[in-house]
């Protein structure tokens, strides 16, 4: 149980174009969601939290205009990388969770390249 | 500050020696939860291990082994007999119950077994 699905696992994108990642929960319905950039031989830094049904909550440093965060279902949300630049070429992973479940599931990321 | 630490970036072990990964935290909860997650190249997470902070009893699963101390603030983890296949990076992550299940995630250990 508690299978995290993320897609694309590989996205290469023209630079000004945008890019939705999709991050779903399979067998189990996630109240929370977050959403993670990895920069190669780094840690994976919080991007943003959504709870299902509400706006997203953004970290310090992250543009919400840019990485737009959907959460509809609770089986669903997206992270859309809007006029995406080279700068923005990361790993992508998402974690979905249950309202009191600790130990998250994540998803098996998205390597995201910009040219 | 950095709520998770470990201290080595990169780690070297020739094939069949022993190896312990170091992870220190620092928390004000006394509710929180301790995890090990291993990087391969491909990028997905594995989860290994959680440890919530009442519980400190060591564990150990086949070649894997946790040592806890909240004396010490430590969550070391110890790979016996090493393969490989354990080359990864590997992540600890600490878990506060009052901050909604937010992960904080160590820089992370490079660990590279030489055949």
């Known amino acids: 149980g508690a299978v995290v699905s993320q897609h694309p696992s590989r996205v290469i994108c023209k630079s000004g174009t945008s890019v939705k990642i999709e991050c779903r929960s399979l067998d189990f319905q996630a109240t929370t969601m977050f959403w993670y950039r990895q920069f190669p031989k780094q840690s994976l830094m919080l991007m943003a939290t959504s709870n299902e049904g509400s706006k997203a909550t953004y970290e310090q440093g992250v543009e919400k205009d840019k990485f737009l965060i959907n959460h509809a279902s609770l089986t669903l949300s997206t992270l859309t990388v809007t006029s995406a630049h080279p700068e923005d070429s990361s790993f992508y992973i998402c974690?979905?969770?249950?309202?009191?479940?600790?130990?998250?599931?994540f998803g098996s990321g998205t390597r995201l390249t910009v040219v | 500050a950095q709520k998770v630490t470990q201290a080595q970036t990169e780690i070297s072990v020739v094939e069949k020696e022993d190896v312990t990964l170091d992870c220190v935290y620092e928390t004000r909860d006394t509710t929180y939860y301790l995890f090990w997650y291993k990087q391969p190249p491909s990028g997905e997470l594995v989860f290994l291990i959680r440890r919530n902070s009442f519980d400190e009893q060591n564990e150990i699963s086949g070649r894997y082994s946790w040592n806890f101390q909240k004396s010490t603030s430590s969550f070391n983890f110890t790979i016996t007999a090493s393969q490989v296949v354990d080359s990864a990076v590997y992540f600890c992550a600490l878990s506060e119950e009052a901050v909604g299940n937010q992960f904080y995630f160590g820089t992370g250990t490079s660990l590279t077994v030489i055949p």
């Open positions: 974690s979905a969770g249950r309202e009191g479940q600790y130990g998250y599931t």
